[in-house]
C-alpha cells in the first residue's frame, strides 16, 4: 500500500509540543495535512490557530474523518488519550509516541487494544535519545 493509493491523507493530532512540530514538517512534506490539533494549553491552541489548522476536542475531531490520529502528548497521557479515541473510532489508525504507557498501565492498555479493531504504531523518536548525542560526538 502506498501513499499514491489514498485521495488525500490527513491526521489529527493530540499534543502540539516539540514532536509535533516534527510530525507536522515531516507529513507536510508528505502531503499529509494536519487538519485538527487538540491540546489544553491556551498558548498552544493560538500558535495552532495561527498556522492555519482547526483546534478542537476529540468529538469535533473525529467529525473531521482523519486517515489517523498522531498522539503527542506526555506520556501520562497516552493511555487516556488512546481509549478517548478508540470510544469515538474503535477501528481508527494511530500513531503514539514512544513509550506507549507508563509500566503500571500496561494490563488497562492491553485490555483497551483486545477490544480495539483499528491499527496502532508505536513511534521511535530517536532525536531526543542521550545515545543519538553520544554517537554524535564519537564522529
Same mark, same amino acid.
Given at each position: 500500500? #502506498?501513499?499514491?493509493?489514498?485521495?488525500?491523507?490527513? =491526521? &489529527?493530532?493530540? $499534543?502540539? $509540543?516539540?514532536? *509535533?512540530?516534527?510530525?507536522? %514538517? !515531516?507529513?507536510?512534506?508528505?502531503?499529509?495535512? #494536519?487538519? $485538527?490539533? !487538540?491540546?489544553?494549553?491556551?498558548?498552544?491552541?493560538?500558535? *495552532?490557530?495561527?498556522? $492555519?489548522?482547526?483546534?478542537? =476536542?476529540?468529538?469535533?475531531? *473525529?467529525?473531521?474523518? +482523519?486517515?489517523?490520529?498522531? /498522539? =503527542? @502528548? +506526555? #506520556?501520562?497521557?497516552? &493511555?487516556?488519550? !488512546?481509549?478517548?479515541?478508540?470510544?469515538?473510532?474503535?477501528? *481508527?489508525? !494511530?500513531?503514539?509516541? %514512544?513509550?506507549? @504507557?507508563?509500566?503500571?498501565?500496561?494490563? #488497562?492498555?492491553?485490555?483497551?487494544?483486545?477490544?480495539?479493531?483499528?491499527?496502532? &504504531?508505536?513511534?521511535?523518536?530517536?532525536?531526543?535519545?542521550?545515545?543519538?548525542?553520544?554517537?554524535?560526538?564519537? /564522529?
Amino acid at each position: 500500500m #502506498t501513499l499514491q493509493m489514498f485521495e488525500k491523507l490527513s =491526521c &489529527v493530532r493530540v $499534543g502540539d $509540543g516539540h514532536v *509535533a512540530s516534527l510530525h507536522e %514538517k !515531516i507529513f507536510r512534506d508528505l502531503e499529509i495535512e #494536519t487538519v $485538527g490539533i !487538540i491540546d489544553p494549553d491556551p498558548v498552544k491552541q493560538k500558535e *495552532a490557530a495561527k498556522r $492555519g489548522i482547526k483546534v478542537c =476536542c476529540f468529538d469535533q475531531a *473525529a467529525e473531521l474523518k +482523519p486517515f489517523f490520529w498522531d /498522539i =503527542c @502528548c +506526555p #506520556t501520562k497521557y497516552h &493511555v487516556e488519550t !488512546i481509549k478517548t479515541i478508540v470510544e469515538i473510532d474503535n477501528s *481508527a489508525n !494511530i500513531i503514539v509516541e %514512544k513509550p506507549i @504507557c507508563e509500566s503500571g498501565e500496561i494490563k #488497562t492498555l492491553i485490555d483497551l487494544l483486545n477490544r480495539f479493531s483499528g491499527k496502532l &504504531v508505536v513511534n521511535e523518536n530517536y532525536l531526543s535519545s542521550s545515545v543519538t548525542e553520544k554517537i554524535k560526538q564519537v /564522529i
